[in-house]
């Protein structure tokens, strides 16, 4: 029984059609899978970024929210009135400071007393309980969420996104 293949010295069979080093051939293709993959993922960056902020805008109005729902508890211990100042609802009404802090502004309030200074938000002071519906009571400061605009609450308890225009 003689082999074919052992007479003329081929052991690896059919001869590759290319003439580059299987080497290359691994290596072309790992850079063209980056590249590839380099393209999608600049597409999905700013689709993510977009997402992010959505997000955070979400957070901020729950901030709110929860912010406007303490005055009201606040508001059942004082005859109607919401405080004067924000600072006047903790720790009682509210315990934790990041509540005043809204998450696309990096600024931190680590201390009770800077909370009008450090805080997010705009109080609109003088409203009471019994104020009508759409009554502002608290929005973002300037600039929170770039120039896009800013969250609204109001003495219902209710929210809103106001683009700037």
């Known amino acids: ?9 081929d052991k690896s069979g059919p001869e590759p059609t290319s003439s580059a080093p299987p080497v290359s051939r691994g290596l072309i293709g790992c850079v063209v899978a980056v590249i590839v993959l380099g393209g999608l993922c600049a597409l999905g960056l700013p689709w993510s970024a977009r997402a992010r902020e959505r997000a955070r805008r979400i957070s901020c109005a729950s901030n709110l929210y929860n912010l406007v729902c303490c005055m009201h508890a606040y508001a059942m211990d004082y005859d109607g009135f919401f405080p004067d100042e924000l600072s006047r609802l903790y720790p009682t009404y509210v ?3 990041g509540i005043f802090s809204c998450p696309s502004n ?3 309030i680590l201390s009770p ?5 450090d805080g997010s938000y705009v109080y609109v002071q003088g409203a ?3 104020d009508p ?3 502002l009571v608290m929005h973002d400061k300037l600039g929170n969420h770039g120039s896009a605009g800013r969250n609204e609450a109001y003495v219902n308890c209710q929210g809103e996104w ?4």
Do not use: C, F, V, Y
Not at 1 to 9: A, E, L, N
Not at 162 to 165: D, H, K
């Open 106 to 108: 990096s600024k931190d």
């Open 113 to 117: 007393d800077r909370i009008e200074q």
């Open 128 to 130: 009471t309980e019994s």
């Open 133 to 135: 519906d759409g009554t």
């Open 95 to 97: 315990s934790a400071l």
């Open 1 to 9: 029984m003689h082999d074919s293949r052992s007479q003329t010295g």
């Open 162 to 165: 106001r683009p700037n225009e």
